[in-house]
């Protein structure tokens, strides 16, 4: 089955439409304030109504309130949600909509415990531990921790590459893999050869 390609941390029309002509899946947008590729809900909405068919919009959300999450998500019925803070099961699915967790990854964890814990998800996001960073940090984690069954399809994130991706894919085999700022010129704008070689390595091998 071939891998799926995430292209997170996506700020503006260009670089949307640029991953879209290389292949990519789904986008990922940032609605975490914090984080250097934040972007607002009417810019990202704006990107999203100008997207082609068959590549999903994902919303990441930390431990936002609701009305932020509305704002987003309400205004185009594309939108997959991605929770990338501490949010229960509940919580997660009180939205109605396709919906991915995030779990950070460290060393003793029972991973299919925690993935169990939000039945309702489409898949479960892995990503890196660094502690008082919710996600992001471009740091690979030990991919042996992860189980090879799952209830869950996975989506593998975590200082993925050009370099590296296809030995992620062949040694994981994940459902999906996700990038931000491996392939990034600056922290938000995106490098064309960089995606087009990590979308190739993701799907080609």
């Known amino acids: ?23 990519a899946d789904a986008l990922g947008f940032v609605f975490y304030e914090k984080s250097p590729r934040y ?3 009417d810019v990202a909405n704006a990107i999203v ?7 999903t919009p994902v919303a990441l959300f930390v431990d936002a309130d609701v009305s932020i ?12 949600i991605q929770f990338h803070g501490f ?4 919580e997660c699915a009180s939205y109605n909509r396709p919906y991915m967790k995030a779990l950070r990854v460290k060393e003793g964890d029972d991973i299919a415990a925690l993935v169990d814990q939000y039945s309702t ?20 984690f030990d991919w042996t921790l992860i ?14 590459t050009p370099e590296n991706v296809a030995e992620a894919v062949e040694r994981v085999s ?32």
């Open 174 to 205: 994940p459902y999906a893999v996700d990038v931000s700022g491996g392939v990034e010129l600056s922290k938000g704008i995106k490098s064309e050869s960089k995606v087009q070689k990590f979308i190739s390595g993701a799907k080609c091998g």
């Open 121 to 140: 998800a489409t898949a479960i996001l892995l990503d890196a531990y660094k502690p008082g960073v919710p996600g992001g940090t471009g740091e690979q």
């Open 39 to 41: 972007v607002t809900p």
């Open 1 to 23: 089955m071939t891998c799926r390609v995430k292209i997170c941390g996506i700020t503006n029309i260009e670089d949307a439409l640029m991953a879209c002509r290389h292949g």
């Open 87 to 90: 949010e229960n099961e509940v």
């Open 69 to 80: 999450i509305d704002s987003v998500v309400g205004k185009n019925s594309r939108w997959v």
């Open 49 to 55: 109504s100008q997207l082609p068919p068959f590549v």
């Open 147 to 160: 189980p090879e069954e799952l209830s869950k399809p996975i989506v593998l994130a975590g200082g993925l």
